[in-house]
């Protein structure tokens, strides 16, 4: 009886691999809807497609058998709204900053420090999310430059 038992272990095995990764695959689509009601109006609207996009790619793979494909979009569609979330709150913080700046330096920031820094934040909107920790760093670097003057 062991013997039998034991030949069916990789089996099953595989079958509560598949079971975990689609129970996984379930949550990541509910977190990602989640995340698009949230990121709505605050990502481009290509973003938004290839979030979407991704997210409809996994729910047509979970009607398939192939759970290599469900793990892999799971994968990327995870990828996609941590990527976008982190893009709001880096967007948010640097309004913040910008904010900061305004009210601690007041008229000491030329008109032209303060277009620089509109346009960083605005090309902060609009670069990938892949990307923005360098134009985030770029802000933090004027910032930084301009209170030192201070």
């Not at 700046?101 to 609009?126: F, M, Q, W």
Request: include cysteine; aromatic fraction near 4%.
């Amino acid at each position: 009886m062991i013997i039998e038992a034991t030949k069916f272990n990789d089996l099953d095995e595989k079958r509560k691999e598949n079971i975990e990764i689609r129970c996984r695959a379930k949550n990541v689509i509910y977190e990602a809807k989640k995340v698009i009601e949230e990121v709505t109006g605050k990502i481009t609207g290509k973003e938004k497609w290839a979030l979407k996009e991704t997210l409809d790619r996994l729910e047509g793979a979970l009607n398939g058998s192939n759970a290599k494909t469900v793990k892999d979009y799971v994968e990327m569609l995870v990828e996609h709204t941590n990527g976008m979330t982190m893009k709001v709150k880096r967007v948010s913080q640097a309004r913040t900053l910008a904010s900061a700046v305004e009210k601690g330096l007041g008229d000491k920031a030329s008109s032209e420090e303060r277009r620089e820094i509109a346009e960083t934040i605005k090309r902060l909107e609009e670069t990938p999310y892949r990307h923005t920790e360098k134009e985030m760093n770029k802000l933090k670097e004027m910032i930084t430059l301009l209170e030192a003057r201070q």
